[in-house]
T-cell receptor, first 116, second 113 residues
């Protein structure tokens, strides 16, 4: 099946710094990628939909200036957490639909962010 | 909007016990239904899926049947193993283009030897 890879898997940073998470589709092109956030022992919450070549669509309550999403190519989307604070500590997961569309999403391994 | 409701966890079972995790959904039209599994420290993996009413998805001994009349997609396994310990997520999607999955809250399963 299609492979989606995220990097880094783990990142620890100081409060106030920015962190970039990359999401790559390794063997297929993804015009759309979805970024989810998962709090401990909770479900995945959709943060935003990343669209290649255009602006991302953010879900209600997600600060677009804090969570910057760039989808500059058909195989790469990035999520930058700007001026991170401890409350941003979470597990961030990207996913992309396969082609042709079957409904199945392929998920990256996830990136665990810890802000000190 | 669309939503998925799963039974609350955690669920603790002895090895070889029967497993049922309930899942019901609210959606317009005819969504596709999925069960995803998240093993400790890992990302999400597709466990099984069903794309239309009365379809039965199955994988690794797990089964779920798409019941439109009851809007349900309950996950079952006849004999669980310790290696099945994980968090299970029920999800739906409308296959009308590039749309995101809507997830249930997840059910944590612990199987003890």
């Amino acid at each position: 099946g299609a492979v989606v890879s995220q990097h880094p898997s783990w990142v620890i940073c100081k409060s106030g710094t920015s962190v970039k998470i990359e999401c790559r589709s390794l063997d297929f092109q993804a015009t759309t990628m979805f970024w989810y956030r998962q709090f401990p022992k909770q479900s995945l919450m959709l943060m935003a939909t990343s669209n290649e070549g255009s602006k991302a669509t953010y879900e209600q309550g997600v600060e677009k200036d804090k969570f910057l999403i760039n989808h500059a190519s058909l195989t790469l989307s990035t999520l930058t957490v700007t001026s991170a604070h401890p409350e941003d500590s979470s597990f961030y997961i990207c996913s992309a639909p396969g082609a042709p569309a079957t409904g199945e999403l392929f998920f990256g391994e996830g990136s665990r962010l810890t802000v000190l | 909007g669309d939503s998925v409701t799963q039974m609350e966890g955690p669920v603790t079972l002895s090895e070889e016990a029967f497993l049922t995790i309930n899942c019901t959904y609210t959606a317009t039209g005819y969504p596709s239904l999925f069960w995803y599994v998240q093993y400790p420290g890992e990302g999400l993996q597709l466990l099984l899926k069903a794309t239309k009413a009365d379809d039965k998805g199955s994988n690794k001994g797990f089964e779920a049947t798409y019941r439109k009349e009851t809007t349900s997609f309950h996950l079952e396994k006849g004999s669980v193993q310790v290696s099945d310990s994980a968090v299970y997520f029920c999800a739906l999607i409308h296959v009308s283009g590039n749309t995101p999955l809507v997830f249930g809250k997840g059910t944590r399963l612990s199987v003890i030897a």
